[in-house]
């Protein structure tokens, strides 16, 4: 069985929306521990009665502990032994009458390589179908990240399902402060969804996936390792969920070090 958690020197962050673990549990979890996360961001965690408990379950089948969320929204982050939780919590974000309340779970981890304690301020968000709501609310949630970088001395980390494809507004808004992961290793296509049609890397739908939905946005400071998904088979990913996962290596660069 793998265990979660990478090697020195790197942070894995996976994003994955669970869809309400209303898929095959059991896929689910094969699939989040071959993604092998130091810090997993969950979109449609549980959010009805029991919710803590649900969570609570997935986080230690998959070997992992929550670290942030609340019920409202369903957002959530869990993290591995591998790193220190510092600070975690849920934030509701504007509420626009008529859809649905949105949040983010944000934790500020820390990671000890060699002699040095580094420090990331990882968000989970999950935005709106509405595309209004959807700039604003990720307007809303770039000061609330930086704040918290900035409070513990952390590297911003951005994840989770926005709802909308590259080179729309909130990719244009998140992508002038962040690096997107996808785009900064050329755009793997392993195990996630690719073609000669546009669809490389993408998300959603699990089964047939045609649109980038799901992302990883790092920033300054950091470099990206790695990008990609779960390597299981094939049928465990249509299983768990109607998304599909993707995971990031990031590390520090020499100079944000010294």
Not at 130 to 147: F, K, N, T, Y
Not at 201 to 213: E, K, L, N
Not at 237 to 249: C, G, I, N, Q, T
């Given at each position: 069985?793998?265990?979660?958690?990478?090697?020195?020197?790197?942070?894995?962050?996976?994003?994955?929306?669970?869809?309400?673990?209303?898929?095959?549990?059991?896929?689910l979890?094969?699939?989040?521990?071959?993604?092998?996360?130091?810090?997993?961001c969950?979109?449609?965690?549980?959010?009805?009665?029991g919710?803590?408990?649900?969570?609570?379950?997935?986080?230690?089948?998959?070997?992992?502990?929550?670290?942030?969320?609340?019920?409202?929204?369903?957002?959530?982050?869990?993290?591995?032994?591998?790193?220190?939780l510092?600070h975690?919590r849920?934030?509701?974000?504007?509420?626009f009458?008529?859809?649905?309340?949105?949040?983010?779970?944000?934790?500020?981890?820390?990671?000890?390589?060699?002699?040095?304690r580094?420090?990331?301020?990882?968000?989970?968000?999950?935005?709106?179908?509405?595309?209004?709501?959807?700039?604003?609310?990720?307007?809303?949630?770039?000061?609330?990240?930086?704040?918290?970088?900035?409070?513990?001395?952390?590297?911003?980390?951005?994840?989770?399902d926005l709802?909308?494809?590259?080179?729309?507004?909130?990719?244009?808004?998140?992508?002038?402060?962040?690096?997107?992961?996808?785009?900064?290793?050329?755009?793997?296509?392993?195990?996630?969804?690719?073609?000669?049609?546009?669809?490389?890397?993408?998300?959603?739908?699990a089964?047939?996936?045609?649109?980038?939905i799901d992302?990883?946005?790092?920033?300054p400071?950091?470099?990206?390792?790695?990008?990609?998904?779960?390597?299981?088979?094939?049928?465990?990913?249509?299983?768990?969920?109607?998304?599909?996962?993707?995971?990031?290596?990031?590390?520090?660069?020499?100079?944000?070090?010294?």
């Amino acid at each position: 069985m793998t265990s979660p958690g990478s090697a020195d020197g790197v942070l894995r962050v996976a994003t994955y929306n669970v869809r309400g673990l209303k898929d095959d549990r059991r896929a689910l979890v094969r699939v989040i521990r071959a993604l092998r996360p130091d810090v997993l961001c969950l979109q449609e965690a549980p959010r009805l009665p029991g919710w803590q408990r649900e969570r609570r379950a997935l986080a230690r089948a998959a070997g992992l502990s929550v670290a942030a969320g609340g019920r409202v929204g369903g957002t959530a982050v869990l993290t591995a032994p591998a790193v220190r939780l510092l600070h975690g919590r849920g934030h509701r974000l504007r509420w626009f009458a008529g859809l649905e309340w949105r949040s983010i779970a944000l934790a500020v981890v820390e990671k000890t390589v060699e002699k040095d304690r580094e420090r990331y301020a990882v968000c989970s968000a999950h935005l709106d179908l509405q595309a209004g709501a959807r700039l604003s609310h990720a307007a809303q949630i770039v000061p609330l990240l930086e704040r918290a970088a900035r409070e513990f001395g952390a590297a911003p980390v951005l994840a989770g399902d926005l709802n909308e494809t590259p080179g729309a507004p909130v990719w244009r808004l998140l992508g002038g402060r962040y690096t997107d992961c996808f785009a900064a290793v050329g755009g793997p296509a392993q195990v996630l969804g690719d073609g000669d049609d546009g669809r490389a890397g993408a998300t959603f739908p699990a089964r047939d996936p045609r649109v980038r939905i799901d992302a990883i946005f790092v920033g300054p400071g950091l470099t990206v390792m790695s990008y990609g998904g779960a390597d299981v088979p094939a049928e465990d990913l249509p299983a768990a969920s109607d998304h599909r996962p993707v995971v990031a290596e990031i590390a520090f660069t020499p100079s944000a070090r010294a």
